[in-house]
């Protein structure tokens, strides 16, 4: 059925939106000249949309444009709508076998991926050098720093607490957007700061979180080299996009070191006892210092018995009898 086949073409189509460019590009446009504007007086016949046929007909075509305005390569309307009244019209001929159409489909998905590529390519050379020149001229401004490794940021209130390592852990707010202004992330409207560790985040924040102070806010910049690079994140993030982020440092979390036990040695036998001895009856010196009585047991009595005294010695032997 021919509708049928239409219908599925245009399920084709809306797949196709995928391989598309950007919505706010300039629509395909077919490359040879287009004819003469109609006259002025000449007004499109106005629609109907008072029927339930009259809406979802209309619904339709918006779907269909929809999946044709956002088609990357040149395409031309006209010969569209007559592909369209071919199809529909049992009394019109359809110029292509299903078969043709099928091969004419895939090389017009071919031609968009090859576009698609290619636009991707073009816009992130762009980002690149507009971002080079942005850092260029922002570095020039004296409130400006730059860290170690590029990240440009300008202090927006001062912090007098702890600087953090890569080994500890912060609980920051934030904004991020990109060159333009677009937000992309808010954690101050979600009233939620977050909390990381800082080796867990992007190279541009790590090296920036460690020239901040707890309590500090700042501006800061950088460079697509230290966060997302050619890859970004679609499609919040594009490629090469440069960064700009309000970070407020709320919290340092410092990290415990460890205590090696084996590293301490044991105390020598003389200090061991008298330290025994001194603390052998806390309770009774304490007793003594403030005349309370505690809780603690008195020390047991010694139960080792005294010595014997040592024997008589003998008499000296009586000499002989004369």
């Known amino acids: 059925m021919k509708f049928t086949y239409i219908a599925l073409a245009a399920v084709s189509c809306t797949a196709l939106v995928a391989c598309g460019g950007n919505k706010n590009a300039a629509p395909a446009t077919d490359p040879t000249p287009a004819t003469a504007p109609a006259a002025a007086t000449e007004t499109a016949p106005k629609v109907s949309l008072d029927s339930a046929i009259d809406r979802y007909s209309y619904a339709l075509g918006m779907d269909l444009g929809k999946a044709i305005a956002n088609i990357n390569v040149p395409l031309k309307l006209d010969v569209i709508i007559e592909a369209i009244k071919d199809e529909v019209d049992s009394n019109r001929t359809v110029l292509l076998a299903d078969s043709s159409a099928e091969t004419a489909l895939q090389d017009l998905l071919l031609k968009m991926q090859q576009q698609k590529q290619a636009d991707e390519k073009a816009a992130a ?4 050098d507009e971002q080079a020149a942005f850092l260029a001229k922002n570095i020039t401004d004296s409130t400006v720093k730059v860290t170690t490794k590029g990240v440009q940021y300008k202090v927006i209130k001062d912090g007098a607490g702890v600087t953090p390592k890569a080994s500890d852990k912060v609980q920051v707010h934030y904004i991020g957007s990109l060159l333009d202004g677009t937000e992309f992330d808010n954690s101050v409207k979600r009233g939620e700061p977050l909390e990381f560790p800082v080796s867990a985040v992007i190279e541009g924040w790590q090296d920036l979180l460690q020239v901040m102070k707890e309590g500090m ?13 050619e890859a970004g994140v679609p499609p919040m993030i594009p490629a090469n996009a440069l960064l700009v982020f309000e970070v407020e440092l709320l919290k340092v979390y410092t990290e415990t070191p460890t205590v090696d036990t084996t590293a301490v040695a044991p105390a020598a036998p003389a200090d061991a006892a008298a330290a025994g001895a001194a603390t052998a009856e806390p309770a009774k010196a304490d007793a003594a210092k403030t005349g309370e009585v505690t809780s603690v047991e008195p020390a047991a009595p010694e139960t080792t018995k005294p010595a014997k005294p ?9 000499g002989k009898k004369k």
């Not at 050379?125 to 690149?128: D, F, G, P, V």
């Not at 950088?222 to 997302?228: E, V």
């Not at 040592?310 to 009586?318: F, G, R, S």
């Open 125 to 128: 050379k762009k980002a690149l």
């Open 217 to 229: 806010k700042v501006k800061a910049w950088i460079p697509s080299a230290l966060a997302y690079g």
């Open 310 to 318: 040592a024997k008589e010695q003998k008499k000296p032997a009586k």
